[in-house]
């Protein structure tokens, strides 16, 4: 996972096979409190979460742009961005 205080666009994937995707600047502490029930209204019902996919940034703003901009995305979308950028990691 990510170091703390890093800007970190991230994407988990719900027990239902949904995808929420959301900013922090730590990961694990962040999927921890998802996995706890005190994470986002969405993840709530839809434990446990697991990360598969995130990015790091050198700014808050480009990590919540990059959140957006991967909001707008289709499933498909989404699936084939994770799969392209996740080949060289």
Known sequence: MATVNN?????????DGTYYTGYTNDLERRVAVHNSG???KYTRARRPVR???????????????A???????????????????????
């Open 38 to 40: 005190k994470g986002a």
């Open 67 to 89: 959140e957006y901009h991967f909001k707008q995305l289709t499933r498909q979308q989404k699936m084939n961005y994770i799969a392209t950028r996740s080949e060289g990691k």
């Open 7 to 15: 800007h970190i666009m991230y994407v988990l994937e719900c027990l």
């Open 51 to 65: 990360c598969i996919y995130f990015e790091t940034f050198e700014t808050k703003h480009d990590a919540m742009s």
